[in-house]
C-alpha cells in the first residue's frame, strides 16, 4: 500500500556498500525511514542498520514487504537480474503498487528487464543512473540521470531532488544507461590519455606539478586532471571508482557502438588498460591506478 497522502516513503536499499550506503544516509538525514537493507556482504547491511534503523533483511521479497520504494546499487548485469529474479526469492515477490529505482551502472538491456519485469508484477521502476562519486551520495548532491515511465519519475522526483544536486529526465527506458555508458566511456578514456601524459612527463624529468597546471589551462584539461591528476603524479589510488568498475563500464559502451554498427579504436584502447589492471590485480585500486602501468620508474609499467 502506498503511504497516506503527505507521509513520506518508507525506503528500501538492495545493496549497501560505499554509494549505497551514502544514499540510505542521506535520505535517512532527510526524514525519510530506511526501512530495509539488503546486502550479499553482512557486514555492510549491519553498519547500515546501525545508523538508520532499518530492519536487515536475508531475503529480498522481505525488502520489498517492508518499503514503498526500494533503491537498487548493484555490481553487474548478472546481480541486476538475480535480483529481479522471475522465480525464488525475488524483489518482485508481493511488488504489486511498489516502486523500484535503480541505480547499478550496468547494460541498458538489463535495466530494461528489470523496469519489464517490476511492471509485469503490477510494480514501477525506473533507472536512476549516477555521474558522481561516494562523497556525493552522502552530502545529496549526485548527478541522476533518469530514464522510464515520465510518470513514475513525477512521483519520485521529490526524494531524487533530495539525493541529487542535478536531477535530469533523459527519456524511455534504457536510455539513460545509454547516456551513463558514454559518460563513463569518455571519462575513462580521458583517465587513460591523462595517465598516458603524466608518463611520458615523468619519463622526461619534466616537473609534473607544472606539467599539471600547464594542462588545465590548456586543450589538455579535463574534469579528470582535477579529480585524479594529482593521485597519479602521488600513487594515491584511494578508491572513488575502481579500475574494475572502469573495464566493466567501458565493455558496456564499445557493446552499445558495435550494436550500433560502428568501430571505437580509442574506447577499445582505453578499455584494454583497465582490463590491464584487473588482470595484474590491482583493479580494486581506484581508476587513477592507471598510471602505475604508464610510469616508466613503475614496476607494472613493465608488465
Not at 552530502?139 to 521529490?158: C, K, N, Q, T, W
Request: one cysteine or more; hydrophobic letters at 45%; glycine letters at 10%.
Amino acid at each position: 500500500m502506498p503511504p497516506p497522502n503527505g507521509a513520506l516513503p518508507k525506503i528500501g536499499v538492495v545493496g549497501v556498500g560505499r554509494m549505497g550506503a551514502g544514499i540510505a544516509l542521506r535520505l535517512r538525514d532527510c526524514g525519510y525511514t530506511i526501512a530495509a537493507v539488503y546486502d550479499v556482504y553482512a557486514p555492510s547491511a549491519e553498519t547500515v542498520s546501525k545508523e538508520t534503523g532499518a530492519t536487515i533483511c536475508t531475503e529480498l521479497a522481505k525488502v520489498t514487504a517492508h518499503s514503498d520504494i526500494v533503491i537498487t546499487v548493484v555490481t553487474d548485469d548478472k546481480a541486476q537480474r538475480a535480483i529481479f529474479a522471475e522465480s525464488g526469492d525475488s524483489l518482485l515477490t508481493g511488488a504489486a503498487g511498489k516502486i523500484f529505482v535503480n541505480c547499478a551502472t550496468v547494460s541498458p538491456a538489463a535495466h530494461i528487464e528489470a523496469i519489464d519485469r517490476a511492471e509485469h508484477a503490477g510494480a514501477h521502476a525506473v533507472e536512476a543512473l549516477m555521474a558522481s562519486s561516494i562523497p556525493q551520495a552522502r552530502e545529496g548532491s549526485l548527478y541522476l540521470m533518469i530514464g522510464g515511465d515520465r510518470a513514475v519519475f513525477d512521483r519520485l522526483e521529490p526524494m531524487l531532488a533530495k539525493m541529487s544536486k542535478s536531477l535530469r529526465y533523459i527519456g524511455p527506458k534504457g536510455s539513460a544507461a545509454q547516456v551513463k555508458a558514454l559518460v563513463n566511456m569518455v571519462m575513462n578514456i580521458n583517465t587513460a590519455g591523462l595517465a598516458e601524459g603524466l608518463g611520458i612527463g615523468d619519463a622526461l624529468g619534466l616537473d609534473l606539478t607544472v606539467l599539471r597546471e600547464v594542462f588545465s589551462q590548456t586543450g589538455a584539461n579535463s574534469r579528470v586532471l582535477e579529480t585524479d591528476g594529482l593521485d597519479m603524479q602521488n600513487r594515491e589510488h584511494d578508491v572513488y571508482f575502481s579500475g574494475a568498475h572502469a573495464a566493466k563500464d567501458s565493455h558496456i559502451a564499445i557493446d552499445l557502438a558495435k550494436s550500433a554498427g560502428l568501430e571505437v579504436p580509442v574506447a577499445e584502447a582505453s578499455a584494454a588498460q583497465f582490463d590491464k589492471m584487473v588482470r595484474l590485480g590491482i583493479g580494486e585500486l581506484d581508476k587513477s591506478g592507471v598510471a602505475e602501468l604508464t610510469f616508466k620508474s613503475r614496476a607494472l609499467a613493465h608488465n
